[in-house]
């Protein structure tokens, strides 16, 4: 594994997990304090401004994913 894995690799892969957790913060914080206008008051209005969260988070890592591989590294 020594043989194959650069410091180059290492660093590619902390700076995604940095930037996936800072999309995820965002996209979560974002749809959390915007839970009542956008999705309705009370539990049901809780558990879809959840289900947004994961699916945009998601959809995003996704994405962001593509652009850091294909145009940056």
């Known amino acids: ?26 996209v979560c914080c974002y749809k959390g304090f ?16 959840t289900t947004q969260a994961v699916v945009m988070s998601s959809v995003l890592i996704l994405v962001w994913d593509y652009v850091m591989t294909s145009l940056l590294f």
């Open 34 to 49: 915007y839970t009542g206008i956008f999705t309705g008051f009370g539990a049901e209005g809780v558990s879809k401004a």
């Open 1 to 26: 594994m020594a043989s194959y894995v650069d410091m180059k690799d290492i660093m590619e892969g902390m700076y995604k997990s940095l930037s996936f957790g800072v999309i995820i913060i965002w």
